[in-house]
């Protein structure tokens, strides 16, 4: 099946390729970290030696697009994690994450679910990325490019949409001109959440200012500050049953927890500030300090076990995370006969405090307890967990299981887990030259050396008789120093213009602190950090349309500390995970009336060397999205969306099964500013299940919706 799947890839690809004809102009074929260090025209993606996906804000706005989930979903390599149901999360080639997201080039680390209101385009690099962003980005990362102000321009707009679920949105973008060396932006939206699973809601709220200020022809600066405030229900899914090892079906409409308990809250505070100056024809200046202030908390019930006999236990925490951070960086580009030289500093300084409260249960109440109306299921208590005593073979609950006397609270401040204080001092330098070796050869060959500094003052705790945890007054604090340099390398082949060939070789680390620095992992720090290596081939070829083809085909391997010789001072080091794979990706115009994306990846990846097969990573993943506009007032599209299984933990526990999901979208455009959309996703109302963050918390896939929205252009 997956070999007719693969050579019905190609087909399309060269027929595609040898339908189109006339010129079109096509949006996204730009980095903005390419954008930002040119001085001649930025490289295009034709250039680069990485697979990239880039979807521009028309993507976004046509597709339907809420989240960043929704981008993965058409995204090859590239799948989603649940994140436990309150932040995004996503594995890059079978490297999972929930930090390695950027907003214009710089880090946005904290867990939470990012709005797609103020984006131009966001670009997903796969693959290591060390040199231009710094740790973390082993697998891959994703970059945010935000609207800014245009100066000699006026323009506004409004975008608003309900669909069948109950949500709504409704966001305004609004560009002024000051004057003719100043210009002021706006972005703001409101989003209303709602779902398919019972009990959830949400609201998002976001205020993005902006302004560009020309100062003369040679220097510019942008001004921003973004204000976020949201807050949504936390779902973390269904248990799955030990004999079929797959999600019960039969459960799919239960949920676990209540809109009071199951819940996170965020709020930020961004400010960004950048100098960009030509400071001759043949040099620039990049200048820019972030400064961000994040609160952010969620807790939750979910099911932390299951048998038919037992029925559901429970268990579940409160985390609170307070993080500020401080990021500045400068960078240098030259223009010499045979190429560009770029020279880079960044200063990163972030403070994180987190703490974190287990559920403590109980039969009784006081006034430090939260009450847990129990509807539906007969619970019991026992050894600090909640136990569901009814077997749910028919995998439906009624008022006649109710115990009506026997009541539960849950209690989410007296049972302190752990509680960290942490100060993360990064400082980077890096060098990357684009050489022009000759007319059809071009190297990109670069490093960068990172030194970050990491103090973590890990509280004690001291569990009492009753298993609660409290504070005990011993507080270490322990101080590790990583220095690293990941090299990275290309080497690009161009027999014509429009047509390239890659190989590309480059390291990205991620420090034993990990991606939330709450820990050291148990190494006391003592381990280095861990390293990724990835190896990729590739072809791209541009068509004079705009329909672009690429193929990669990548390797990629990790190294890990795993014991350490005290007596020899040495580590030993394993390997922690193996990857290779390939991927295709046809996007652009077809020919003035018809559009296409499609991509395809299959990622084979084991957990260590000879051990087996990693979780959470489905072998093969396709997409397709198809746009035919039959005249100046109509537009359909049909999508296509399907992932392979994939083990949830272990190859002899669950399986997350198959799916394939279809989509429809209608545009309707009665004047050049007005532009009405019906998005209807999973057509054919198909069960389905995305992802699992363990064997008994699997995320139901969204059930049929439909998706009203109009835009109005001003």
Do not use: C
Request: glycine share 8%; aromatic share 10%; net charge negative.
């Amino acid at each position: 099946m997956k070999k007719i799947i693969f050579l019905f890839a190609l087909v399309i690809t060269t027929s595609a390729i040898y339908a189109q004809d006339e010129t079109l102009e096509v949006k996204g074929k730009v980095l903005y970290k390419d954008q930002v260090n040119s001085l001649k025209p930025p490289v295009p993606i034709l250039d680069v030696p990485q697979s990239v996906s880039v979807i521009t804000d028309d993507d976004i706005r046509n597709q339907g697009f809420r989240q960043i989930g929704d981008l993965i979903r058409y995204t090859p390599g590239v799948n989603t994690s649940q994140g436990e149901g309150h932040r995004d999360a996503v594995v890059f080639r079978g490297v999972r994450s929930t930090a390695d997201f950027y907003q214009d080039g710089v880090r946005d680390d904290v867990q939470y679910y990012r709005s797609l209101y103020n984006v131009e385009q966001v670009e997903i690099l796969k693959g290591g990325d060390a040199l231009l962003f710094g740790r973390g980005g082993t697998g891959g990362l994703i970059n945010r490019v935000s609207k800014t102000a245009q100066i000699g321009e006026t323009f506004s707009s409004l975008d608003t949409g309900i669909d069948s679920f109950g949500g709504g949105d409704v966001a305004m973008d609004g560009n002024i001109i000051v004057n003719d060396n100043v210009a002021f932006r706006l972005n703001v939206h409101v989003d209303s959440l709602a779902n398919h699973r019972d009990m959830f809601s949400g609201d998002r709220v976001g205020v993005n200012p902006t302004m560009k200020i020309q100062v003369d022809s040679a220097t510019t600066i942008d001004l921003s500050y973004e204000y976020a405030d949201h807050e949504r229900f936390v779902d973390r899914g269904i248990p799955t049953d030990d004999a079929t090892k797959s999600p019960i079906d039969a459960m799919k409409d239960i949920v676990f927890g209540t809109k009071d308990l199951n819940t996170t809250t965020l709020e930020a505070n961004i400010l960004k500030g950048s100098l960009n100056h030509n400071y001759s024809d043949t040099g620039k200046l990049n200048f820019s300090v972030t400064a961000n202030d994040f609160r952010k908390m969620y807790q939750n019930l979910y099911v932390s076990d299951y048998t038919a006999s037992m029925g559901a236990k429970m268990d579940g925490y409160r985390d609170v995370t307070m993080r500020e951070s401080l990021i500045i960086s400068l960078s240098s580009i030259n223009e010499f006969d045979q190429g560009t030289l770029t020279v880079g500093f960044e200063m990163v300084d972030t403070e994180n405090n987190n703490h974190r409260y287990n559920t403590y249960f109980s039969s009784t109440r006081d006034d430090n307890e939260i009450f847990m109306p129990v509807r539906n299921m007969n619970f019991n208590v026992a050894n600090g967990n909640l136990t569901n005593r009814r077997t749910l073979e028919t995998g439906g609950l009624t008022d006649a299981d109710v115990t009506q006397d026997q009541v539960t609270y849950v209690d989410y401040i007296s049972d302190l887990n752990n509680q960290s204080d942490t100060d993360i001092e990064v400082t980077s330098l890096y060098l990357q030259g684009n050489i022009d070796l000759a007319d059809q050869w071009n190297m990109i060959l670069g490093g960068r050396y990172d030194e970050v500094e990491t103090t973590i003052k890990q509280y004690g705790i001291t569990v009492d008789g009753t298993g609660k945890g409290a504070l005990n007054g011993t507080n270490p604090s322990l101080t590790k120093k990583d220095s690293l340099f990941s090299p990275r390398l290309g080497l690009i082949f161009k027999p014509q213009e429009n047509m390239s060939l890659y190989f590309s070789y480059s390291e990205a680390f991620q420090p034993r602190s990990g991606e939330q620095y709450k820990t050291f992992k148990g190494d006391s720090g003592k381990f280095d950090p861990d390293v990724f290596e990835n190896t990729e081939l590739g072809f791209k070829y541009d068509t004079d349309s705009g329909l672009s083809l690429a193929l990669a085909y990548f390797t990629g391997e990790q190294t890990k500390a795993t014991a350490f010789d005290n007596g020899t001072g040495e580590e030993t080091r394993e390997i922690g995970l193996e990857i290779d794979g390939f991927e295709i990706t046809l996007n652009g115009q077809v020919n003035d009336n018809n559009a296409i994306r499609f991509g395809l990846a299959s990622v084979d990846a084991t957990k260590s060397k000879g051990s087996g097969a990693a979780k959470e990573i489905p072998e093969l993943t396709y997409s397709l999205w198809y746009t035919h506009q039959a005249n100046d007032l109509f537009e359909i599209s049909f999508g296509a969306t399907y992932q392979d299984e994939s083990y949830i933990n272990a190859e002899s526990g669950p399986l997350l099964p198959d799916y394939t999901r279809l989509d429809m979208a209608m545009t309707i455009t009665p004047s050049e500013n007005d532009v009405v959309r019906i998005n209807i996703e999973n057509l054919g109302d198909e069960t389905y299940y995305l992802h699992s963050h363990s064997d008994h918390q699997v995320s139901v896939g969204e059930s049929q919706n439909v998706r009203v929205s109009y835009s109005k252009r001003f």
